[in-house]
């Protein structure tokens, strides 16, 4: 039963290089979506997508692209690292977008700009 | 806009101590409320929610009671354990029915034996 599965890890970027951020679900969930956690800052939403070929932007959504092509896959992609992008990055994915609805979230990627 | 505000940590505790983490928020309407764990290493998983005024969450020994009076949704657990040392989040879901989650800054419990 994997759930929301993230890959990398951790991953070091230089600054001015791309990258992708992958996500993948298992549970046929309908919403999608992508938080940034930062010291002292709880979670910001970045990205989310509420199914298959529909995105939108959250909070923070400057540097970063997603797409939605399938259900189960929501990549993050970082056009051009900058150090202010060094995060830990979580994605998660919840049944639906209803108000109520209990979100599960991957284990999460620390990426680090220098 | 919509907005939570946790109390600030590190909280330390010893083994069975009584806990209390303040919660409140702001926002329109009549939001949902959670509160998160994230365990070391790991990523969030939902402890407790609650949908709509006066509605008490619970789970593994922690409640909460959504306040609309006060604008509170306090987490409590009334003899921790080692193994509730964590990062714990309050969150509030947006009322636009967007999926969005609203987090408050987290605050870290350690407890002691």
């Known amino acids: 039963n994997a759930g929301v599965t993230q890959t990398p890890k951790f991953q070091v970027l230089k600054t001015g290089q791309s990258m992708t951020l992958q996500c993948a679900q298992d549970m046929n969930h309908e919403y999608m979506s992508w938080y940034r956690q930062d010291p002292g800052m709880g979670l910001r939403l970045i990205h989310y997508?509420?199914?298959?070929?529909?995105?939108d932007q959250g909070e923070v959504p400057n540097g970063y692209n997603v797409s939605r092509s399938t259900t189960e896959d929501f990549p993050l992609r970082l056009l051009s690292a900058a150090p202010s992008q060094t995060s830990v990055y979580f994605c998660a994915s919840s049944p639906t977008y209803q108000m109520n609805t209990e979100a599960f979230f991957g284990q999460g990627t620390r990426l680090t700009v220098v | 806009g919509d907005s939570v505000t946790q109390m600030e940590g590190p909280v330390t505790l010893s083994e069975e101590a009584f806990l209390t983490i303040n919660c409140t928020y702001t926002?329109?309407?009549?939001?949902?409320l959670f509160w998160y764990v994230q365990y070391p290493g790991e990523g969030l998983q939902l402890l407790l929610k609650a949908t709509k005024a006066d509605d008490k969450g619970s789970n593994k020994g922690f409640e909460a009671t959504y306040r609309k009076e006060t604008t509170s949704f306090h987490l409590e657990k009334g003899s921790v354990q080692v193994s509730d040392s964590a990062v714990y989040f309050c969150a509030l879901s947006d009322v636009g029915n967007t999926g969005k989650l609203i987090f408050g800054q987290g605050t870290t419990l350690q407890v002691k034996p």
């Open positions: 926002a329109t309407g009549y939001p949902s």
């Open positions: 997508s509420v199914g298959a070929g529909i995105t």
